[in-house]
């Protein structure tokens, strides 16, 4: 099955600096690759996925880049905010397949 | 709309016992699944269903079983609840299945204790 690997666990960045969060994935079958960002206490909630069949995708200050040979993709957020401050899942899934599998998570700390 | 809900919020329950948990979606979505988040761990699927009247195993189903009764409801049952069961509970509703890049929608969580 689908094995996703996420770093760092944790990651504290000041204020205005950028934050990146890496993730990789096992089965060259994954074709859709969400990211979730959960507050404490709170559910996870969707911030922005990328299909196999793209590169890059941005919104506004975030964004996911995939590099399908390496297995790779990686999330971008700049101009970090103390709200960006949460806990954020990678996850991968196959088209054939009804198994989202997450990444163990990284707690992002914004410095103000 | 009030998307996907969980009941209850918070159990404790004593070894032994037993317990199900409700999940409820008003989005009309075809699948849904149940998760646990143990720290440090991620999230884990237990079961999941592809429609009404349907289930399947996740990647961590033991000591667990559910229903699908209503397309609407998915519920997930304890029949004999372990101190290993302590966790936060998801429940997940989605229009397509995952794989095809859809967004899951997310419950608020059942946090539960089993003493």
């Known amino acids: 099955g689908e094995n996703v690997e996420q770093h760092p666990s944790t990651l504290s960045v000041q204020e205005g600096d950028s934050a990146v969060i890496k993730c990789t994935y096992s089965d060259s079958a994954s074709n859709y690759f969400p990211w979730y960002k959960q507050e404490l206490g709170k559910r996870p909630q969707l911030i922005i996925d990328i299909r196999s069949n793209v590169g890059e995708k941005k919104d506004q200050r975030i964004a996911v880049t995939l590099n399908k040979t390496a297995k790779h993709f990686s999330l971008h957020i700049t101009e970090t905010q103390p709200e960006d401050s949460a806990v954020y899942f990678c996850?991968?899934?196959?088209?054939?397949?009804?198994?989202?599998?997450f990444g163990k998570g990284t707690k992002l700390s914004v410095i103000p | 709309n009030a998307g996907v809900t969980q009941t209850p919020k918070f159990r404790v329950l004593k070894t032994g016992q037993s317990m199900t948990l409700l999940c409820a979606q008003d989005?009309?979505?075809?699948?849904m699944y149940w998760y646990r988040q143990d720290p440090g761990m991620g999230l884990r699927l237990i079961h999941y269903s592809v429609g009404e009247g349907t289930t399947a195993k996740g990647e961590v189903p033991d000591g667990y079983n559910v229903s699908r009764l209503k397309k609407q409801n998915f519920l997930l049952g304890l029949e004999s609840a372990a101190p290993s069961q302590t966790s936060v509970y998801f429940c997940?509703?989605?229009?397509?299945?995952?794989?095809?890049?859809?967004?899951?929608?997310f419950g608020p969580g059942t946090r539960l204790t089993v003493l």
């Open positions: 996850a991968a899934i196959g088209a054939g397949s009804y198994q989202l599998t």
């Open positions: 989005m009309n979505h075809e699948y």
């Open positions: 997940a509703s989605s229009q397509i299945a995952g794989g095809l890049g859809n967004e899951q929608f």
